[in-house]
């Protein structure tokens, strides 16, 4: 497993070893001594979430106040364009964004520590959309970002077109950068 640095403190890239040949593929997606070690974390997952999405659904940019979730987030199949934004006070890069195309073929993970939001925009006809959890789902604790935040200016690769959003998703609150 390797665990490269992104340009927001923290969000890593992680890549396993993949072993494959004329017949298909094989690797571990997950071992927690490997993730601890690569992440430099000793944090223990409790939830795994499978989501299927249709293509333009944008997911997101959700968090939880109270109990925040780190999320180890891929795509096992189709591709999405995926997002971790900062929003850790104390963070060197506070209010930044981090956005990567995650899809079926290079079985790239991304690692989104606990306080920060994430979300995901599909590009393929769909996708489906795995992630494992640090802390379990808090339906009172949630919050939104709104995906359109003119502040954060994220560039989703949405081809001229709006993304389908959930009813929670739509009314998502607006990020207001404040100093650490």
Known sequence: MKATATSVVDVLIIEPKVF????????????????????????????????????????????????????????????????AVDIRPSSATFGKWFGMELNEHDHRQLWVPPGLAHGFLVLSDSA??????????????????????????????????APTLSVKDAAGQFFERRSA
């Open 20 to 83: 494959g040949d004329e017949r298909g593929f094989f690797f571990e997606s997950f071992n927690q001594r490997d993730f601890n070690a690569a992440t430099g974390t000793d944090l223990s997952f409790v939830q795994d979430n499978h989501s299927r999405s249709a293509k333009g659904v944008l997911r997101g940019l959700h968090y939880q106040v109270g109990q925040p979730q780190g999320k180890l987030v891929r795509v096992v199949r189709g591709s999405v364009f995926d997002v």
């Open 128 to 161: 489906d959309f795995l992630y494992k959890t640090t802390d379990y789902y808090a339906p009172a604790q949630e919050r939104c970002i709104a995906w359109n935040d003119p502040t954060l200016a994220i560039d989703w690769p949405l081809a001229g077109s």
